[in-house]
């Protein structure tokens, strides 16, 4: 039983560079998360998307992008990496929701330096 | 909007010894209510949930109950093991859905043998 699936688990990238975080879900939920988590600090939604082909803004977009094109798959992709994109990113999914009863099930996470 | 406050950790106690965590929010509407565990180098596991007003979720000996009129969800449990030391996040829904989950900072709590 995957459940959600994040790779890769750490990485380090230089300022400026690109690269995709994965994530994968094997539950035929319909919304994905992505949540950035900083030190000391709770999540923080960065983009979210309710079924394939849908996508929509968090609470901390910028810098980030996302595509839905199947149920399965919702990477996050930083297209010019900034030291303040330093952090650990969850994915999250969850069954469509009828007044939030559903609770999120997570990945394990990727940690991830800019330097 | 919406907004979870915890108690800043951390939280150090010695096994065996009773745990409150305490957890206040500001929604509107009427909110479901989470807590969620982090062991170190994991992601989050849900821990316990509440949906309405004086509901009380609980699992593995960690109970919390939906106060509406204190706005409040507290995390108890009657005897901590060695093996609860995690961070601990109180997190709400605000019941439209799609918009994620409103997380407070978390609560790092170690315990002692």
């Known amino acids: 039983n995957a459940g959600v699936t994040q790779t890769p688990k750490f990485r380090i990238l230089k300022i400026g560079q690109s690269m995709t975080l994965q994530c994968t879900q094997d539950m035929n939920h319909n919304y994905m998360y992505w949540y950035r988590q900083d030190p000391g600090m709770g999540l923080k939604l960065i983009y979210y998307s309710v079924g394939a082909g849908i996508t929509d803004k968090g609470e901390v977009p910028n810098g980030y992008n996302v595509s839905r094109s199947t149920t399965e798959d919702f990477p996050l992709r930083l297209e010019l990496a900034a030291p303040s994109q330093t952090s650990v990113y969850f994915c999250?999914?969850?069954?469509?929701?009828?007044?939030?009863?559903?609770?999120?099930?997570f990945g394990d996470g990727t940690r991830l330096s800019i330097l | 909007g919406n907004s979870v406050t915890q108690m800043e950790g951390p939280v150090t106690l010695s096994e065996e010894a009773f745990l409150t965590i305490n957890c206040t929010y500001t929604a509107t509407g009427y909110p479901s209510l989470f807590w969620y565990v982090q062991y170190p180098g994991e992601g989050l596991q849900l821990l316990l949930k509440a949906t309405k007003a004086d509901d009380k979720g609980s699992n593995k000996g960690f109970e919390a109950t939906y106060r509406k009129e204190t706005t409040s969800f507290h995390l108890e449990k009657g005897s901590v093991q060695v093996s609860d030391s995690a961070v601990y996040f109180c997190a709400l829904d605000s019941g439209g859905g799609a918009d994620g989950l409103t997380f407070g900072k978390g609560t790092h709590l170690i315990i002692q043998p």
């Open positions: 999250a999914s969850s069954p469509r929701i009828l007044r939030g009863n559903q609770p999120q099930h």
